[in-house]
């Protein structure tokens, strides 16, 4: 996590109510209710003459989308920078948190900690977790797997359905959530072979 200090001023629910979608605003960093002690870079999602007593919404570099009562003493407020302010403590990158299932071919206990070794190698001992773990016997196949309309359109043949390819590899589904509206769709593999004419 990577932070620096900024010179930033606070700004009143009148001052934040003339933002508009591209003005730079910092506003507090916490995620998911991970508290974070220091702001992020954050942009409004709606005009600041929108307010009408209500809070304000933001979205940070980061994603996440917050709710900020300027003049609420309690909450951290909305910042911009200014050269006449005072420091703050700015959060300017983070960490991906990769949640992942390996197929292991001919998979064994050594094979597992050979591949967990080397994570921490490459990454280092203190970042690499394990939080669960669980080993599952696989057969060796490839499936194709879509995603398609969960109401699918009557009177088509399944050439012409609206689909989406996601993966050959059937233990992934499990991990996986379809979107909405969409549905997943499993089949035999087949593989592509491009019949076009070659001179």
């Known amino acids: 996590m990577n932070t620096e200090k900024v010179t930033a001023r606070r700004l009143t629910a009148g001052e934040a109510s003339g933002l508009g979608l591209q003005d730079s605003i910092f506003v507090s960093a916490e995620m998911d209710g991970l508290p974070l002690d220091c702001y992020a870079p954050a942009f409004l999602t709606e005009p600041g003459e929108n307010f009408e007593g209500k809070s304000f919404a933001a979205k940070t570099i980061f994603g996440e989308e917050i709710r900020v009562l300027p003049d609420n003493a309690e909450e951290r407020g909305i910042w911009v920078a200014d050269k006449a302010g005072e420091e703050i403590e700015v959060l300017q990158s983070a960490g991906v948190l990769l949640n992942l299932a390996l197929f292991v071919p001919n998979g064994s206990k050594e094979s597992l900690e050979s591949l967990y070794s080397a994570a921490r190698d490459a990454f280092?001992?203190?970042?690499?977790?394990?939080?669960?773990?669980?080993t599952v016997a696989v057969p060796e196949v490839k499936v194709d797997l879509y995603e398609e309309p969960a109401r699918g359109r009557k009177n088509t043949n399944s050439q012409n359905r609206d689909r989406r390819a996601l993966d050959i590899y059937p233990t992934r589904v499990r991990f996986l959530e379809p979107s909405d509206g969409w549905r997943f769709i499993v089949e035999p593999h087949k593989e592509v072979i491009d019949d076009t004419p070659t001179i």
């Open 124 to 134: 280092g001992a203190g970042i690499v977790q394990r939080w669960s773990e669980e």
